[in-house]
Each structure stands twice: as C-alpha cells, then as structure tokens.
Nanobody, 124 residues
Framework: QVQLVESGGGLVQAGGSLRLSCVASGRSFSSTYAMGWFRQAPGKERELVAAITWTGGTYYADSVKGRFTISRDNAKNTVPLQLNSLAPEDTAVYFC?????????????????WGQGTQVTVSS
C-alpha cells in the first residue's frame, strides 16, 4: 500500500507564491515511481499540471510553464511543487499522484495512488 499526503495549500493574493509538498510512504512505494501534481477547480475536470520521473525528467502543462516547478527528493520520498506568480485561475484543489511505471502520464487513470488534496485559493 502507498499513502500520499499533500500539504502547503492556503490562501494567497494574486502574484504570490506557495510551496506544496507531497510525502509518499508505505511498504509498496518505490522511488522509481513517476509522480504528478494534478488540480481540480470547481466545475472543471482534474488536470495534470506537472509531473516528474524518478530520474528527474519533467512535464508541465502550458498554463503553468515558467511559473510552477516540480522536483523530487527520492531519498526522502518527497515531491514539492513550487507555485509562483499565482493567479485566481490557479485556484483549485491540488492532488499528488503516483504512477507505478516510471514514465509520467497525462491521463489521471494511469496513476495508481492519490492523496486527498490540498486547497489553493488565489484572491484577486
């Protein structure tokens, strides 16, 4: 079993920054898993915003390129997501996800484990 716990969400004004963190644990977790951050805004589908392979290859959605940065610490099983230059459109619940296969994927159905999410709210 794998458990993912997100933290770091909160309220921030437009132009501000937040740093989210995902901590993975459990006997089944492997550092070779690909990790992703998704978000879901009210009335919208859950979408991948950033992903990273165990070797450090990254993917970013066009909407967050240049503003968000994903990284990972395999020794500590943590995957932070730095969110800069936040805008109200970034308001959503942000979810951490893990994929057993090393390559990242954009389809949420291809991820095997999910955290409960952390709320990010950006005020205008």
């Amino acid at each position: 079993q794998v458990q993912l716990v997100e933290s770091g969400g909160g309220l921030v004004q437009a132009g501000g920054s937040l740093r989210l963190s995902c901590v993975a644990s459990g006997r089944s977790f492997s550092s070779t898993y690909a990790m992703g951050w998704f978000r879901q805004a009210p009335g919208k589908e859950r979408e991948l915003v950033a992903a990273i392979t165990w070797t450090g290859g990254t993917y970013y959605a066009d909407s967050v390129k240049g503003r968000f940065t994903i990284s990972r610490d395999n020794a500590k099983n943590t995957v932070p997501l730095q969110l800069n230059s936040l805008a109200p459109e970034d308001t959503a619940v942000y979810f951490c996800a893990a994929r057993r296969r090393s390559p990242w994927a954009v389809n949420r159905s291809e991820y095997d484990y999910w955290g409960q999410g952390t709320q990010v709210t950006v005020s205008s």
